[in-house]
C-alpha cells in the first residue's frame, strides 16, 4: 500500500500512473471500510462512532489530490495500456467514493434501533460480504497491470461472492416486510433504504470487476 499520509504535490507528481491508480483506491476503499465500520457501530448502538465514522467518509477530500495528479499525467502519457480504458478504471474507481458519500448522507439522518439480534447478524453477515469483494478489488486493480490472469481470477471470485451475498440481502429485505406493522414507520423506510444502498454499492463493484475481466481479456492477447 502507498503511503497516504504525505500527499504534497511535489510527492504526487513523482509518482507513476499506475502508483497514483493503487494510491486512489486505497483511499477509496479505506473510507468504503470507514463506512462499513460505521455501520456496524450502528448495529451496536454506539452512534457516536456511527456519526464518527460517517462524517470522515463525507468529510474527506484527499482522493481529489489525487485525481488531479492522475489526470495531469494521464494526458501526457504514452502506454500500451490505452489512456481511455485507465481513465474508465479511475472514474469506476472514483463512482465507489460518490456511492459511498451518498449512502453514508443518507444513513446519518436517523440514528435508528435494529428490530432485534436476528436482523442485526444479517446485518453483520452482508457487511462482511461487502468488505471481502471491496478488498478483492483493491488487489484485482492492482494485479491488472502485472498479472493479468491473477486479476482475472479475483474478479471471478468477487462475483462469486457478490452472488451468496445478493442472496442474504433479499432474505434480509423480505424479513424487514414480515415485521408486524399496521403502518410503516420511518424505522421500516431507514433500513429497507439500508440494505438497498449496501445492494448498490456491492452491484458497483461486482460490474467493475467484469470490468477489469474485459481488460483481462483484451490485453491478454497483446502480453
Not at 474508465?88 to 432485534?116: H, Q, R, T, W
Not at 482475472?152 to 462469486?160: A, F, Q
Request: aromatic content about 12%.
Amino acid at each position: 500500500m502507498i503511503d497516504l499520509t504525505d500527499l504534497s504535490d511535489k510527492n504526487l507528481k513523482k509518482l507513476k500512473i499506475d502508483d497514483l491508480t493503487h494510491m486512489f483506491m486505497d483511499s477509496i476503499n479505506e473510507q468504503t471500510l470507514k463506512m462499513i465500520e460505521g455501520i456496524n457501530y450502528l448495529i451496536k448502538e454506539d452512534f457516536d462512532n456511527f456519526e464518527k465514522n460517517l462524517r470522515y467518509v463525507i468529510d474527506t477530500k484527499t482522493e481529489i489530490q489525487i485525481k488531479k495528479a492522475f489526470e495531469a499525467k494521464i494526458f501526457k502519457s504514452k502506454l500500451m495500456f490505452s489512456k481511455a480504458d485507465r481513465l474508465k478504471v479511475f472514474s469506476k474507481i472514483n463512482d465507489i467514493k460518490d456511492i459511498g458519500e451518498y449512502l453514508a448522507n443518507k444513513l446519518l439522518v436517523y440514528k435508528v434501533v435494529f428490530p432485534d439480534e436476528k436482523f442485526k447478524l444479517r446485518i453483520e453477515l452482508i457487511l462482511k460480504y461487502l468488505r471481502e469483494i471491496s478488498v478483492n478489488l483493491v488487489d484485482a486493480v492492482k494485479t491488472i497491470g502485472t498479472d493479468l490472469t491473477h486479476a482475472h481470477d479475483i474478479c471471478e471470485h468477487i462475483k462469486d461472492e457478490r452472488r451468496k451475498m445478493r442472496v442474504e440481502e433479499w432474505n434480509l429485505l423480505r424479513r424487514l416486510w414480515n415485521y408486524e406493522m399496521d403502518y410503516i414507520p420511518k424505522e421500516f423506510i431507514y433500513l429497507k433504504e439500508m440494505i438497498e444502498g449496501i445492494m448498490m454499492l456491492a452491484d458497483h463493484i461486482k460490474k467493475f470487476s467484469e470490468y477489469i475481466q474485459f481488460l483481462a481479456t483484451k490485453y491478454y492477447y497483446f502480453k
